[in-house]
Nanobody, 122 residues
Framework: QVHLVESGGGVVQAGDSLRLSCTAS????????MAWFRQAPGKEREFVSA????????YYAASVEGRFTISKDNRRNTVSLQMNNLKPEDTAVYYC???????????????WGQGTQVTVSS
């Protein structure tokens, strides 16, 4: 059974940093492309960032480019999202996802974590 477990969310002030982590179990981590999505209240789930397994190519939404950095550690089956210079509009539940291909579309991923809340106050 596949499990993705996120951690690292919290309540911070604008300009602060947070680091989210997602640990996978029950899956051959190196086979899957990994991504982060987020969902704010009343809004659709949106793509944040993704990383490919073979080349570690990274992708970012325009809204987080230059502030967020995605990385992975295949030895620990972990993907992380370093979030710097956080803004109130970054407030959302952040989800880790795993899939066969990299895409910015949520339905393109096969496995999801339960989410971790990030709240940024102004």
């Amino acid at each position: 059974q596949v499990h993705l477990v996120e951690s690292g969310g919290g309540v911070v002030q604008a300009g602060d940093s947070l680091r989210l982590s997602c640990t996978a179990s029950g899956v051959t981590f190196s086979f899957y492309q990994m991504a982060w999505f987020r969902q704010a209240p009343g809004k659709e789930r949106e793509f944040v960032s993704a990383i490919t397994q073979s080349t570690s190519t990274t992708y970012y939404a325009a809204s987080v480019e230059g502030r967020f950095t995605i990385s992975k550690d295949n030895r620990r089956n972990t993907v992380s999202l370093q979030m710097n210079n956080l803004k109130p509009e970054d407030t959302a539940v952040y989800y880790c996802a795993a899939g066969a291909t990299v895409t910015g579309i949520a339905r393109g991923y096969d496995y999801w974590g339960q989410g971790t809340q990030v709240t940024v106050s102004s």
